[in-house]
């Protein structure tokens, strides 16, 4: 089982988009596919068309009262399950905080699943907590969308300066171009600047589309109301690229 999550310091890149979008194309690709809403705002349960709530809450939850696999839901998509949000995430990280070993807590509850599914997707809030500190010891793979701008630089060099200095040796970042268009001059001169800078980040970008914002109005991922679009490619491509990444 490949635990990937999604994430970045800064909220508003694509995280959620990308975390619906490569776990359905996970599934239709045939491989078992979970995604875990971690954000309070419960916008990936959103697109699943899934109520944001667990029964006993993030308490009981971290403490153990709850298994995972009695809270998870399936969503219209063959392959594809989701642990659903809750508002009361928002206070993960003091429950975190009050449990020995905290940034294990995730691992120890997702380890029961390792035999149910091939991927499992970590829909993550922003920001750097004790919460990211227990996701970035779970997962295999730190997918963090950037957008095009003179800030996406100094987060993504946080990142990775946070990971290095708390020796996370196993995790693999794979940084990608989110919300990107081609068309300004900035965002063009920005994607070739930090490409030379950082060859690990990925090929493909994903663009800024209105086909992309659409996933609030249908509210189901990409490939479930349109199969060809620039959006749509630019996803399947970079699915197939992280597979390369991982493989």
Not at 19 to 37: C, E, K
Not at 173 to 184: H, L, N, Q, T
Request: with cysteine; net charge positive; glycine share 4%.
């Amino acid at each position: 089982m490949k635990i990937i999550a999604t994430y970045n310091i800064k909220g508003g890149v694509g995280k959620t988009s990308t975390a619906v979008n490569l776990a359905y194309l996970a599934a239709q690709s045939g491989y078992r596919t979970l995604v875990w809403d971690l954000d309070p705002q419960g916008a990936s349960s959103y697109y699943f068309r899934v109520k944001p709530k667990v029964k006993g809450g993030s308490k009981e939850l971290i403490a153990g009262e709850r298994e995972l696999d009695g809270l998870i839901k399936a969503t219209d998509f063959e392959n594809l399950d989701l642990l659903p949000a809750d508002f009361s995430f928002r206070n993960l990280d003091l429950v975190l905080d009050a449990r020995k070993k905290p940034t294990q807590r995730l691992k120890k509850l997702l380890q029961p699943l390792s035999n149910s599914y091939d991927f499992v997707f970590l829909d993550c809030p922003p920001n750097i907590s004790l919460l990211s500190e227990a996701i970035f010891e779970t997962s295999n793979i730190l997918l963090s969308p950037i957008i095009p701008t003179t800030l996406s630089l100094r987060t993504l060099e946080q990142l990775k300066k946070f990971i290095k200095e708390n020796k996370l040796k196993d995790l693999q970042v794979i940084p990608f171009f989110s919300m990107a268009d081609r068309r300004k001059n900035m965002h063009k001169e920005i994607m070739a600047t930090l490409s030379e800078k950082h060859p690990d980040i990925l090929q493909t970008a994903i663009p800024y589309a209105s086909d992309i914002e659409r996933m609030g109005l249908e509210r189901m991922p990409l490939g479930g109301y349109t199969n060809k679009s620039r959006s749509t490619e630019a996803y399947q491509a970079l699915w197939q690229e992280i597979l390369i990444s991982i493989n």
